[in-house]
């Protein structure tokens, strides 16, 4: 069956009655005793967002707390340096905290307000959603608990760092792979038995519909804001425009590409392709996985022959996690959106190249989508205009970067 997106509805809102994105990804798989926080959730939501005083808010601290629009900039010396199309890059990364998970957190946060939840749990890979999350918490006088995989509490110390700093508690996860996928897991876990009083926030759109939901409805103020400052800048949105960001769980990127869904916009999504000479990755949709039920919706999961949810590799650990939000599984195959992946030393280089020429410094997250941006401009002509999603700071990959890369220079 060949999948349509629907031109009048806004992307979170392309499911069918079971929440199922072109009839095959999403849905809410979970356990009878989830049923009724999903849909109360659901409900809550549904009323929320149709609510003049509640976006007000959302409105307010977006501006005043996460520091929003940030910056829309072109960076002139990749463009010349590369020769071919023009580079911009949309420096998400200058919100408040480092990166785009504030807004997720942010919205979050103000739905437990409503919800007259007193705790909030979340899971984190990178360390951004976790410590986004005891930021957005600590403003608002929430009890914090973050789910972070033992692997990822070792390299990215930066973030683990400002999470206790915030007052939250950190459950180190050593179960699986010790990295994300485990950090959902057991987030889940916790919130199924802790449901009645606590909150649970999802770091990426994945999860229960109405994770996926909320997450890219937060994101989406993104390219609401980006497509101003586009249309400021050329006059009116470029016809030969392509949008490139890295995909993890995916939202980032489908708050990058949302409010160019009915325009000639290219999206590029760039996945973790691994280390260059190791048969792993973390790349479902570049490498053909195929779908498979992972924290409670259906999608392209990397697996084995069995089922079982594959291991992955990549140095981001943002981007390490064996599935993908059930939006980008349903823009692959509506081919509103292509994907392709970057290895690890792509984008080691590529953060290199870039925090040498310009005043930004992308995380390695980030990095991948700027490897593709600089395999792509010099196949293209001035006419083209390329922008980067920068959606967070390389300050908490320090380590990694100095061992890499012999330094580190902020
Ligand atoms: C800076 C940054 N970019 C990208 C990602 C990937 O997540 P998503 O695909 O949900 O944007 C992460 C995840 O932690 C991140 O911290």
């Known amino acids: 069956m060949k999948l349509k997106i629907r031109k009048n509805l806004a992307l979170i809102d392309q499911h069918d009655k079971n929440f199922m994105y072109g009839g095959k990804f999403g849905g809410n798989f979970i356990p009878e005793t989830l049923k009724k926080p999903v849909d109360d959730l659901t409900n809550l939501f549904a009323k929320l967002r149709k609510d003049k005083k509640f976006l007000k808010e959302r409105d307010h601290y977006f501006k005043t707390y996460v520091g929003t629009p940030t910056p829309f ?51 984190t890979g990178a360390g951004y959603a976790g410590k986004m999350l005891s930021m957005a918490a600590k403003k608002f006088g929430l009890k914090c608990k973050i789910f972070m995989g033992a692997k990822d509490i070792k390299r990215q110390r930066p973030n683990v760092e400002a999470i206790k700093k915030n007052g939250a508690e950190i459950v180190s996860v050593t179960t699986g792979s010790q990295t994300l996928v485990d950090a959902v897991s057991e987030c889940m876990r916790y919130w199924v038995s802790n449901c009645d009083t606590t909150h649970m926030c999802v770091g990426s759109t994945v999860g229960p519909n109405i994770f996926i ?65 190791s048969r792993l990755h973390a790349a479902p949709l570049t490498n053909g996985s195929k779908i498979g039920i992972l924290h409670g919706a259906a999608q392209y999961v990397i697996q084995d022959k069995e089922g079982q949810i594959g291991s992955t590799e990549s140095i981001s650990a943002g981007l390490d996690y064996p599935g993908i939000s059930p939006l980008h599984c349903f823009l692959k195959d509506t081919k509103r959106a292509r994907y392709t992946s970057a290895n690890d030393e792509e984008a080691l280089s590529a953060y290199k190249l870039v925090s040498r020429l310009e005043n930004i410094s992308p995380s390695l997250e980030p990095s991948h989508a700027f490897a593709e941006a600089i395999k792509l401009a010099p196949k293209l002509d001035s006419t083209e205009v390329i922008i980067v999603n920068s959606c967070g700071d390389s300050i908490k990959d320090k380590d990694i970067i100095k061992e890499r890369l012999g330094s580190y220079t902020r």
């Open 73 to 123: 900039i072109k960076l002139d010396n990749l463009t010349d340096h590369l020769g071919g199309a023009q580079i911009y890059a949309k420096v998400v990364s200058e919100a408040n905290g480092g990166a785009h998970k504030i807004y997720n957190a942010t919205v979050h946060c103000l739905i437990a307000k409503k919800a007259k939840k007193k705790y909030i749990v979340g899971d």
């Open 213 to 277: 939901k909320i997450c890219a409805w937060s994101t989406a103020q993104i390219s609401r804001e980006l497509f101003s400052q586009v249309e400021e800048e050329f006059g009116k949105i470029p016809r030969k425009l392509k949008l490139i960001n890295c995909v993890g769980g995916g939202s980032s990127a489908a708050g990058f590409w949302n409010a160019f869904m009915n325009t000639t916009a290219e999206f590029i999504g760039v996945e973790a392709g691994g280390p260059k000479n």
